[in-house]
């Protein structure tokens, strides 16, 4: 929904100098007479795309052999925790694939790291997706090599035979990281 404000010089001033730049800090007024973000302006964005966002991106290896994967073990598991399950390759865009998988990571809430097939993206997006301070749950099939970086982290260990198990110990693991989220997708609890 956009909101069209008519104000007057006097107002836009107050708004911008008064409000933005002195009471909450969001903005600066630069020595050429325009604005800027100031660094707690930059803050109070971050914050509010991340943490308000119900999200959770995956990441994933993209292979008709695992498609399953997300199908029937991550995106459950993640609506019976109450949030929603996304997945880059199900977005309608006509940008850089890389911009959209940045976006999506910036506006989601956690992200899940499947390592199956050691995928260079997987770790990739669960790298930045630290960097922004966002929570990562890692999950990978038994039996995959985990490589240094990855290995201390305490993995929810999979197998394409019992994939109501892992479903099940992912819920668990997003309740125990974040609580429930604000969908109730599963009935009864």
Sequence with gaps: MAVG???????????????????????????QGDYCISPKGYV?????????????FCAMWFNEEIRY????????????AGYEAFRIDQKEHNNKIDDEIIAAIRSSRFVVADYTGERCNTYYEAG??????LPVIFMV??????????RQ?????????????ASAR??????????????NLEAGD
């Design 128 to 133: 930045f997706a630290h960097g922004l301070g």
């Design 153 to 165: 982290y305490n993995m929810i260990f999979w197998t394409p035979d019992d994939r109501a198990t």
């Design 69 to 80: 994967l997300f199908d029937e073990i991550m995106k459950p598991g993640i609506e019976a």
């Design 44 to 56: 109070a964005l971050e914050s509010n795309s991340s943490t308000a966002a119900n999200v959770a």
């Design 141 to 150: 099939r038994d039996g995959t090599p985990l490589h240094f970086d990855t």
């Design 5 to 31: 404000w008519n104000l007057d010089e006097s107002e836009a001033r107050y708004m911008l100098g008064d409000v933005l730049c002195e009471e909450m800090q969001l903005l600066s007024l630069r020595p």
């Design 170 to 183: 992912l819920k668990s693991r997003i309740l125990a990281t974040l609580g429930r989220g604000p969908f």
